[in-house]
């Protein structure tokens, strides 16, 4: 399914006109109720949705959860809509994406999910309007969830929305840490899907854009909220999900989740805290552990790449330039400033995602996977 997207200040004006070329009578609007209205969307969809028969579903959990996705999917099928307006940050998003993708199959969602069952795909059309800077959901095929304290990312393409409204505007408001952490979220996924095992040349093109964009801007973004610089960012973490759409998130993210999940760390915040360090161990791929088919050299020029792109000449310049980044946006560069400690160690390293894992340009073993947390400790 191919999408249609408008990217640009004011973009939500082409809600009237979608809406239209739908012949929607009945709107579910997904929505974190607060967020909502202080970011300005809520008086800029009224006049709009105003004319419609509109019910609005606003119990979203962070991160999204299996009673969410099961309370979203009750009022879906008794409201029974002719299309899912998605308007938040990523857990608003994936949420919206799995209720309308969910609520039209024959079984509950756990079933599918835990046994890898074919599903059948959504009818009903979903537009995704994102207020925040940094995961791209609004342009990915996937969405995540957790269950009882475990992610996972369900993928298939009819999950993937209709239509994105990417509205700069919106993101204005965004509170300095949620700026922070989004943004490095974009610029992580950026760098994971260069070099991701499954990148390509499109991938590559909308990852080297959407990279060199967020060096360039997050600063400014998040300390000084100027507004060509949140621009600049809504763009990139467009760009980003358009390329891990493709190549999918390599190692940091693999790190990332239960971090997110048993610890409170925030997602993006999260994945910056080990970017670096992975960069730094890619580098030292070899032909013993090289994963990606194209070979080793292919693999060591690509890395060399995002070290250019950061602006670099190593990958321990690169490392620290990363690191740097994140502190000077106000986020914990350490694990034992989240409150992790030696000890749970263990506990991250047997809890990674290995389907994000597998990704990696270079196999990373528990031994390596200890050494990049104790790194970062």
């Known amino acids: 399914m191919s999408q249609v997207e408008y990217v640009e200040i004011d973009a939500v004006n082409h809600l009237f006109g979608i809406l239209k070329e739908i012949g929607a009578k009945n709107v579910l609007l997904v929505t974190e109720r607060k967020a909502f209205e202080l970011c300005g969307a809520k008086e800029a969809l009224e006049s709009v949705l105003k004319s419609y028969n509109t019910r609005e579903f606003t119990d979203i959990s962070e991160p999204p959860d299996y009673t969410s996705l099961m309370d979203g999917i009750e009022v879906f099928r008794e409201f029974k809509p002719d299309v899912v307006i998605a ?8 949420t919206a994406k799995l209720v309308n993708y969910f609520s039209v199959q024959e079984h509950p969602p756990i079933d599918y999910i835990m046994e890898n069952r074919m599903t059948l795909p ?11 800077s940094g995961t791209g959901s609004e342009s990915t095929r996937f969405a995540v969830l957790y269950i009882d304290g475990k992610k996972y990312s369900i993928d ?12 700069p505007s919106f993101s204005f408001s965004m509170p300095k840490r949620v700026a922070a952490s989004s943004g490095m979220d974009a610029l992580c996924q950026a760098i994971e899907s260069y070099w991701s095992v499954n990148s390509s040349e499109e991938s590559k093109s909308y990852a080297r854009e959407a990279l060199i964009l967020a060096v360039k801007n997050i600063e400014c973004a998040v300390n000084t909220k100027e507004r060509a610089c949140i621009e600049a960012m809504s763009l990139a973490a467009h760009l980003a999900g358009k390329a891990i759409n493709i190549s999918r998130t390599t190692a940091p993210h693999a790190l990332s989740y239960a971090m997110t999940s048993l610890y409170g760390v925030p997602h993006g915040e999260a994945v910056s805290l080990t970017i670096g360090e992975v960069l730094a161990a890619n580098r030292l791929v070899s032909d013993c552990d090289v ?7 292919y693999v060591r020029e690509t890395i060399s790449e995002v070290i250019n792109l950061l602006g670099c000449s190593s990958p321990e310049q690169a490392r620290d330039k990363l690191k740097e980044i994140s502190a000077v ?8 400033q989240c409150g992790i400690t030696k000890e749970d160690i263990e506990i991250l ?11 990696n340009p270079r196999k990373l073993d528990k031994g390596i996977i200890e050494g990049i947390l104790s790194n970062v400790l």
């Open 349 to 359: 390293s047997s809890s990674v995602n290995l389907k994000r894992l597998e990704n």
């Open 156 to 167: 298939d393409q009819a999950i993937l929305p209709k239509f994105c409204i990417v509205d």
């Open 291 to 297: 994963s990606d088919p194209r070979g080793l050299a």
């Open 87 to 94: 308007v938040g940050g990523g857990s608003v998003i994936d």
């Open 122 to 132: 959504g009818s009903t059309p979903l537009i995704a309007i994102p207020t925040t």
């Open 329 to 336: 946006v106000g986020l914990r560069t350490r694990l034992s």
